[in-house]
């Protein structure tokens, strides 16, 4: 039972601004850990067929999506890793920039070498693995990349051309790779051992133990949003190999300036009707700022779905949270965001993310219908 309060004591510490998520995720791991890891098991033996694959290859390139969050950055050094393990070279590699406090401090703490792609040309390899989405963005030549291999957990239509495995019932990439891990037999490392002092052909490093749980816990909101009983049972299986000490210093890293007066700016310029909130925030220079004010916003009382939005660099930057069973975020955006030419949207139910030219919403008439758009699709109306 001892290792089970542990696993308590790491998911209170990482959601203290919210008790009710913290008792939902500890309940929710008592289930997974108690009832162990059968409720979600797979028998595909897809770790080995991905492995099969990666031994294929001279040198892979793992790539992110643009921008990316804790759960590609996880599920890349987990590829990475489990490349090396057939002898394989792998690259990390992500196109934008890694903006967000929160994933800085896990590149940094986690010492994860990754590169930026800003051409096709800048691809390590030819070679490419996907993780966390299933088709190319983000950088020039893009559409012409053919991956080999997809992991994702993200609704879409990219395939690979060896490997394909996108699993929408799964609230985030790195369970997939920890049931990869689960297949090959690997036990995680404790991060009081070296690797040769755990028995089996494949390990999971504690460094990848701890990003592949951080993964999960963000894509789900610490397991209380989107989860299914393969995220609690892998974040159960994956914790003998996390430190705890890297785990609380990646999910609370110090909040610049910036981010602190957005959320100010997103409280002060709230709209509010009825159980919903939008935000409109005007310009700013970090729109990783945007989903934390998001984030802030959904814990007004009485509010039950938020969308924040802010322009940055010609686009308007959206990001939207539900705790509503009415709403579904990714939609709503999808809806609200249709007319515009350039736009973007998407997401699940409890979140989703957009992006609308400035061009498009440039006066204050057209970005007070913009907002009243917003309001239209989070009531389920279709915008006209």
Do not use: W
């Amino acid at each position: 039972m001892q290792g089970e309060l542990e696993v308590f004591r790491q998911v209170r510490t990482i959601s203290e601004a919210n008790p009710e998520a913290t008792v939902a995720a500890v309940v929710g791991l008592v289930v997974a850990v108690t009832v162990g890891a059968a409720v979600a098991r797979r028998d595909t033996g897809a770790g080995h067929g991905f492995v099969d694959i990666l031994r294929e290859c001279d040198h892979v390139a793992v790539l992110t999506h643009p921008n990316p969050d804790p759960d590609a950055l996880a599920a890349g050094m987990a590829v990475v890793h489990l490349a090396g393990t057939v002898d394989v070279e792998a690259t990390l590699q992500y196109p934008g920039e890694i903006r967000h406090q929160e994933n800085r401090a896990m590149r940094t703490v986690l010492d994860i070498d990754c590169e930026s792609v800003g051409h096709v040309s800048d691809l390590a390899s030819e070679s490419v693995v996907l993780v966390d989405h299933n088709e190319p963005r983000g950088f020039a030549g893009a559409g012409s990349v053919l991956p080999v291999a997809v992991v994702d957990h993200h609704p879409g239509g990219g395939e690979g051309e060896a490997f394909t495995d996108v699993r929408t019932d799964y609230g985030a990439t790195a369970t997939v790779l920890a049931e990869y891990y689960r297949d090959l037999d690997a036990e995680p490392v404790p991060p009081d051992l070296h690797e040769t002092e755990v028995g089996g052909d494949v390990v999971v490093p504690t460094p990848v133990a701890t990003a592949l749980l951080y993964g999960i816990l963000t894509d789900t909101h610490d397991l209380t949003a989107g989860a299914s009983a393969a995220d609690f049972a892998a974040a159960g299986a994956l914790y003998p190999g996390v430190n705890g000490s890297a785990l609380d210093r990646v999910a609370n890293p110090q909040v610049s300036a910036e981010v602190l007066e957005v959320k100010a700016r997103a409280i002060a310029a709230r709209r509010v009707e009825g159980p919903f909130a939008v935000s409109y925030i005007g310009e700013l220079s970090n729109p990783d700022a945007i989903p934390q004010a998001a984030d802030e916003l959904a814990q007004l009382e009485g509010v039950t779905a938020v969308v924040v939005c802010g322009e940055c660099d010609g686009t308007v930057h959206l990001s939207g949270r539900a705790r509503d069973d009415r709403v579904h975020m990714g939609r709503v955006l999808e809806v609200a965001t249709a007319p515009f030419d350039g736009a973007t949207a998407g997401g699940h139910p409890r979140m989703g993310g957009g992006r609308v030219p400035v061009a498009a919403v440039r006066s204050d008439a057209a970005r007070s219908a913009f907002v009243d758009r917003l309001f239209d699709a989070l009531d389920g109306a279709e915008p006209v």
